[in-house]
């Protein structure tokens, strides 16, 4: 039985009540899950990735939080087989015969060990991924990209798309651009971080002018991306002195087979 038909049973047997989904979680045969590394909090949020990537699937109540699901009230029982069977909720693709299912990625630093595997798939071959992990302000800036080519800066933010765009990744952005404008936070970022010596000085020169742009990785991008970017663009124009500073989203997929063989989609 695949996940989303016992997430399924668990709101036929409750009565289609309002639940989170922790709630789901706690009601689930926990046998159905495979092993996580991360143990109940991994699978409690490939739960989560679920009733987001079946979303035609459930209505949602936002004023929750956690948000609370309950089965669209408007669909009929064949309507709702429907949907489990041939909505978008699980990803596969098949290479030269052999199928290759998508990870469900439940904690955001073993996506983010794929992004620094590939990076240079993502950014190009004449880029450099700096791990820096910096505490910038109250969050954390992931990475620096250094572009070569274009010899540009990129602030990276690798998220998962189970993290809500406003609520919690465009905060994270705008705590950044608050943060740089304290000299110790940059004087920090600056002379604190092994830079190769042919990337240092456009580096800090970015940081000084904030001369750089915004990449968010995200593992599947569920909003409408031109809507997103321009309203954050918009956004980020009260935060900075740079006006051409702009914000891009990618979407990185990784797929694996039975061999443990991975493909990798970017777009």
């Known amino acids: 039985m695949r996940l989303i038909d016992e997430i399924v049973n668990v709101y036929e047997k409750k009565g289609n009540e309002w639940l989170d989904y922790n709630e789901i979680y706690e009601q689930m045969d926990k046998s159905l899950f495979s092993k996580n590394k991360h143990g109940e909090r991994g699978k409690r949020n490939i739960v989560y990735r679920i009733l987001l990537s079946y979303e035609n699937l459930f209505d949602i109540d936002d004023k929750y939080r956690p948000k609370k ?3 669209s009230s408007t669909k009929s029982q064949n309507e709702v087989n429907t949907e489990k069977k041939y909505s978008t909720g699980e990803s596969k693709i098949r290479v030269d015969r052999i199928q290759y ?3 469900e990625f439940s904690i955001e630093s073993d996506f983010e060990e794929e992004v ?9 071959e004449n880029s450099y991924y700096y791990d820096i992990k910096k505490k910038i302000g109250n969050r954390i800036c992931d990475a620096i990209v250094f572009d070569e080519e274009l010899n540009k800066v990129i602030i990276v933010e690798n998220e998962l798309f189970i993290h809500d765009l406003w609520g919690h990744i465009i905060p994270q952005i705008i705590d950044f651009f608050t943060a740089m404008l304290d000299d110790k936070i940059k004087m920090n970022l600056k002379y604190n971080v092994k830079w190769n010596d042919n990337h240092k000085l456009p580096i800090i020169e970015a940081i000084d002018r904030q001369k750089f742009d ?3 990785i995200i593992d599947k ?8 970017r321009r309203d954050i663009n918009q956004l ?3 935060f900075v002195q740079n006006q051409e500073i702009k914000i891009y989203f990618k979407e990185y997929r990784v797929y694996i087979n039975d061999s443990a063989e991975k493909v990798y989609f970017i777009s």
């Open 69 to 71: 699901f309950r089965l």
């Open 101 to 103: 299912n998508e990870i």
């Open 116 to 124: 620094k595997s590939n990076y240079q798939f993502i950014f190009g």
């Open 214 to 216: 915004i990449m968010v």
């Open 221 to 228: 991008i569920n909003f409408e991306i031109k809507k997103a």
């Open 236 to 238: 980020i124009g009260h």
